[in-house]
């Protein structure tokens, strides 16, 4: 099984909707992060936690918020998707300045 | 705050000649630097990393870097390219002590011709 997992895998939504994008890990890390990916980009940083009380904004946080329920689950979430947001999103999870592992990425699709 | 850049967006070799993939830093102190893969569909694979120590870093696949400091440089190297090494590339780094966020480069893209 993988250790980061990521829901949905693919998600058409429409404008205004709401929208959550769910990460959940077995790695037993405490960091985990969110990015999203757009074409000659790269990746840019959306939120990240050190633990479930520890929830920061990233470097693009407008538009998004993120919930940790759990060491082992991070959700990402879009309160009114805009057409903008239509992007590649990753999770991740590190142990402490160490190399960050990724999902295998949402593709969203904002009409 | 610390910088990646990838200077070559695309390159194109033959399988089975040398790739060399550009990656530059901006920071002063010695960086935790990064080389991940993204194959097409997938999530990012963690290639190689360097710390500290021996300044040639031998990863997975059949992938290396060198750390040069006089060049702010860690640039990937593979020997051999093979089809399957059609990809996207990306250097990344963490700036040190307090940091938590992984910069990364905008990517290359690399195309194998058989």
């Known amino acids: 099984d993988a250790d980061v997992t990521q829901t949905p895998r693919n998600r058409i939504t429409k404008t205004g909707k709401r929208i959550m994008l769910e990460c959940s890990q077995t790695?037993?890390?405490?960091?985990m992060y969110w990015y999203r990916q757009d074409p000659g980009l790269g990746l840019r940083l959306i939120y990240y936690?050190?633990?479930?009380?520890?929830?920061n904004k990233g470097e693009i946080s407008d538009g998004y918020s993120v919930s940790r329920q759990a060491q082992a689950k991070f959700s990402l979430s879009l309160e009114s998707a805009i057409p903008n947001q239509t992007a590649l999103y990753f999770c991740?999870?590190?142990?402490?300045?160490?190399?960050?592992?990724f999902g295998p990425g949402t593709r969203l699709t904002v009409l | 705050a610390q910088s990646v850049t990838q200077p070559d967006i695309h390159i194109t070799v033959s399988e089975g000649a040398s790739l060399e993939l550009r990656c530059n830093y901006s920071?002063?102190?010695?960086?935790?630097l990064f080389w991940y893969v993204q194959s097409p569909g997938q999530g990012l694979q963690l290639l190689l990393k360097?710390?500290?120590?021996?300044?040639l870093v031998q990863g997975i696949k059949g992938f290396e870097a060198e750390f040069k400091r006089s060049q702010s440089s860690f640039n990937l190297r593979k020997p051999s390219v093979h089809w399957s090494d059609a990809a996207e590339y990306f250097c990344?780094?963490?700036?040190?002590?307090?940091?938590?966020?992984?910069?990364f480069g905008k990517g290359t893209k690399l195309s194998v011709i058989p």
């Open positions: 360097y710390f500290s120590g021996d300044t």
């Open positions: 990344a780094t963490y700036s040190g002590a307090g940091s938590y966020q992984l910069t």
């Open positions: 991740a999870t590190s142990a402490r300045y160490n190399e960050q592992f």
């Open positions: 936690s050190f633990d479930v009380k520890d929830i």
């Open positions: 920071y002063g102190a010695t960086p935790y």
């Open positions: 790695k037993g890390h405490d960091r």
